[in-house]
């Protein structure tokens, strides 16, 4: 019966409930800061936000992001700055998604979507080029033939920016302190995770800054 012990746990488990989905036809929800394909913002008035600083391509540490600014033309301006983001790639075969370039991106041009499911059967593919990551006219990302884009993907694609207050500090949350995007507005800051503590009543940051945090 020694023989037979190893059988054990693989019938056990055949009468059990299924956790699996039948992926992927049926995929599970995607949390909203979800860190998926960049995409490059727009104002609400449709011009860029990027206004090639690199200081993206500066923080990242996969070395994936090249940038080069170029002085804006007086008579079409691309960006409300002096310059904007000339040349713009990321390439997807050294990107980690440590979301570094959203967090150093001063006027909140580079957010990232859900979306993280894509193959490239070639390396050209996998560089993605500004024209690829600017949001089209209605906002939403542009969608890649090679993407497996689902229902929700391309909504909320700065809540990772929206959920970071202004140098750490509690007297910043629950401000809007970030600009309109194109085809979506002035979007609402996201609540605290916790409103009160349960014992004390006070609000978590009151409870942060007492005890030296931010």
């Known amino acids: 019966m020694g023989s037979l012990d190893g059988f054990k746990v693989t019938f056990r488990q055949m009468f059990l409930p299924r956790v699996t989905s039948s992926y992927p036809d049926e995929k599970r929800p995607k949390p909203e800061r979800h860190h998926g394909r ?3 913002n727009r104002y609400e008035d449709g011009m860029e936000k ?14 994936c992001i090249y940038v080069r ?21 990321i390439n997807y075969l050294r990107c980690i998604h440590c ?10 041009a580079i957010t990232e979507s859900k ?5 490239f059967t ?14 089209g006219d209605d906002g939403n990302p542009r969608h890649l033939p090679w993407e497996d884009w689902r229902e929700g993907d391309d909504e909320d694609v700065s809540a990772w920016v929206r959920a970071t207050s202004s140098s750490g500090s509690a007297e ?34 009151v409870l942060s800054e007492n005890r030296g945090g931010k």
């Open 172 to 205: 910043f949350v629950g401000r809007v302190q970030w600009s309109g995007d194109l085809g979506r507005g002035v979007q609402e800051p996201e609540p605290p995770q916790r409103e009160a503590d349960e014992e004390t009543g006070e609000p978590w940051w």
């Open 38 to 40: 960049h995409v490059l």
């Open 99 to 108: 979301d570094l370039c959203v967090e150093a991106c001063p006027t909140e």
């Open 69 to 89: 600014g170029a002085d804006n033309p007086v008579d079409a301006p691309v960006s409300p700055g002096e310059r904007y983001g000339f040349v713009y790639e």
């Open 122 to 135: 070639n390396r050209s593919d996998a560089i993605y080029t500004k024209e690829e990551l600017v949001v």
């Open 50 to 63: 990027c206004i090639g600083c690199e200081l993206c391509a500066g923080v990242c540490p996969a070395r």
């Open 115 to 119: 979306l993280f499911e894509y193959s």
